[in-house]
């Protein structure tokens, strides 16, 4: 037997990277956990599919193949409530949601506020289904109060610092956490939502919140928050990067930044893109609490404008596990947060890209190359010698979320039930295929 | 002519024969009430649940008045006496009690949306007294009753409510079930306590006093916490009553034959005076005496007795 070659090959799908600017058919060669060759289709590369064995041979005819997609906001709860998820369960989900790159949120028990933390984050990621980034915290236990040893982080391999979960609520923490941050070119993750406007909010403020007696979390608590890190970070540099962006004032403010050559950066999660107020008191469903809330249509528009036209780099699908018993009570009484690895793909093909917001290449790009520069990973692209880190998705399978087929260990999502577009078939990490499309 | 649903959740998207049927059939319990010796056989057999997660008096005592006086079975169980403390989950709790066979329970609860989420967890007929901020349909019910025992009517009145607007539930049942019965309606208070878009309701909105009276046929004055100083949205209770404390005097905008009304409990001499309180033009002990009757009416209207022709 010949010797081989290639270890894996990816044949016949329509292969998009935005980093590389390719969109066609073409053959994705594999070897040694690496981007080897992107071949368009003809004799020489037929040849060399022909002589590999089956089993080494992906067939993506009519589906398209790309660089791994980068979650650049999730929480995986380990350390401290491994019940609801570990570094392994959550990389799972990734796997199965077309996710090889995942961020990890530092506000688990303890908080990832120091390198100890960090390194055993990363140890635990070392035989996961996908490749874990560490976002560490701002301040020391994400109080708000002192800031972390950044310096230290980064050393350990944090990508970024937030103290996501919550705002950093004092200004002059905040405009420190920017210049010390600067010093390792790291970004910032702000969670912008006002304590003080949003205190005890549960859903957004409107005329839902009104009519269902709940008190409401105002877009204006968004947007205040957004505009003052904007101000911050134009006074003394650093980079911003807001994390789930949900109202039509910050897609403003940040587009009126980017404009004044602010480096700020912006994502959104599809919950803020599919998902109104108005659907709250249909049933009191604790899964759409999530913070900050679920918004209204006008919003919703005003994101995909934003999307559309480049405010938002990315989209992230801000993944939080909750165990079923803290989610099946009151309302109120509820942990905001809802899981979402295993939905975004869908819900961005069924919401964005059939609506014809995005082109696939568009939403490639938010998932890839945006989180990657912005994090400075080395992941994201398909260019030779880079991880083989592979998306496939089956662009027009259609399939109904269910709760059973998700790898998450928690189950707290509004979009059980909904029918979508767009189904990942394969993912592969570095070369291993982890996940199959069974 | 019977109940859409099985359940009585809120007055939102009740319609107006429903509200008729359950203030038509109030009126023969009113009766009862009157009787010397007033009990009636109707719900025996059915065991309620009287599930009380906040502090309450008189809606506690309302239903549980209104069960005897049925012949139901009845037991209360208040937060004090739960296993709450012990962290055990209100789905655990009402699906342990279901267990012991009950057939309907009346809940209250300091969150929006208990008494839906109830439905959802037991099958028992689930009927609200008073959740969050949301909706105390049987308080608005009673409302509703009492103006209409007055007037012969609801429709072309013009009723104002007065208060924390955006605190109240029963203010928020109160106009579901007014408009819906083609009543006229303002609501008044401190811009503060006025919900976000609280004009979406279909009302008028005011927060001068004296301006909220003219040409109204009913006010009813809601309760005033006087601890939402604390959170900023009074200033003093002194202010307050400057500004929206209802008097003798304020009352001359009303139309002659004019209605007073509070769900209770009051605070003499902030957001009403005792003058008005007891005065010939107050109905607030009339309320409470057909808080029962209309409980009653609910009680039996959803129990399913009427259904089996009993
Ligand atoms: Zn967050």
Known sequence: MKKQIYDLVIKDGRVIDPALGFGHVAHLFIKDGKIAKIENDNISSRKKIDSMPDENVIDAAGKIVMPGLIDMHVHLREPGREDEETIVSGCQAAAAGGFTTVCCMPNTDPAIDNQETVKFVLSRAELADARVYVVGAVSKMLKGEELSEIGDLVKAGAVAISDDGGYVQNPQLMRNALEYASMFNIPIISHAEDDFLCKDGVMNESFQSTRLGMKGRPAVGEVIAVLRDIKLCELVGGRLHIAHVSTAGAVEAIRLAKADCVDVTAEVCPQHFCLTDDMIGEKFDTNLRVNPPIRTKADIDAIIKGLVDGTIDCIASDHAPHAEEEKDVEFDQAPPGMIGLQTTVGLVKTYLIDKGYLSWADAIRKMTQNPARILNLPVGTLKVDSPADITIIDSDKKWTVKKNDFRSKSKNSPFVGWKLSGKVSHTILGGRVVYDGK | ?310
């Open chain 2, 1 to 310: 002519m019977k109940l859409q649903s099985r359940h009585l959740i809120g007055l939102e998207g009740v319609s107006a024969d429903e509200i008729s049927l359950i203030l038509d059939t109030a009126v023969s319990f009113r009766e009862i009430i009157e009787r010397p010796i007033k009990k009636v056989p109707t719900l025996r057999g059915i065991t309620v649940l009287n599930l009380f997660y906040e502090p309450s008096t008189r809606t506690k005592i309302s239903f549980e008045l209104a069960e005897k006086r049925l012949s139901a079975d009845s037991i209360t169980f208040t937060k004090a006496m739960s296993s709450v403390k012990k962290g055990e989950t209100l789905k655990d709790t009402v699906r342990n009690i279901e267990a012991m066979k009950i057939n309907m329970v009346v809940v209250r609860h300091g969150s929006s949306g208990v008494p839906y989420f109830l439905t959802q967890c037991m099958d028992s007929n689930i009927i609200n007294a008073g959740d969050g901020s949301h909706e105390h349909p049987t308080q608005a019910l009673l409302d509703m009753f009492t103006i209409r025992q007055k007037y012969g009517k609801l429709k072309g009145l013009r009723v104002v409510l007065i208060g924390d607007v955006k605190h109240s539930r029963v203010v928020r049942s109160n106009i579901w079930g007014l408009k819906t019965m083609g009543c006229s309606v303002a609501v008044c208070g401190p811009s503060t306590l006025q919900p976000y878009e609280v004009e979406k309701f279909g009302v008028d909105v005011y927060t001068d006093l004296d301006e909220a009276l003219d040409g109204a046929d009913v006010v009813n004055i809601m309760r005033i916490q006087l601890e939402r100083q604390q959170s900023g949205f009074l200033a003093t209770q002194r202010e307050y009553t400057n500004l929206f404390g209802v008097t003798a005097e304020r009352l001359k905008l009303l139309n002659k034959n004019y209605t007073v009304m509070h769900p209770g409990p009051m605070n003499r001499g902030v957001e009403i005076t005792p003058e008005i309180a007891d005065g010939k033009s107050s109905v607030i002990l009339e309320q409470v005496t057909n808080g029962q009757a209309v409980r009653m009416a609910v009680l039996y209207l959803l129990s399913g007795k009427r259904e089996d022709g009993e």
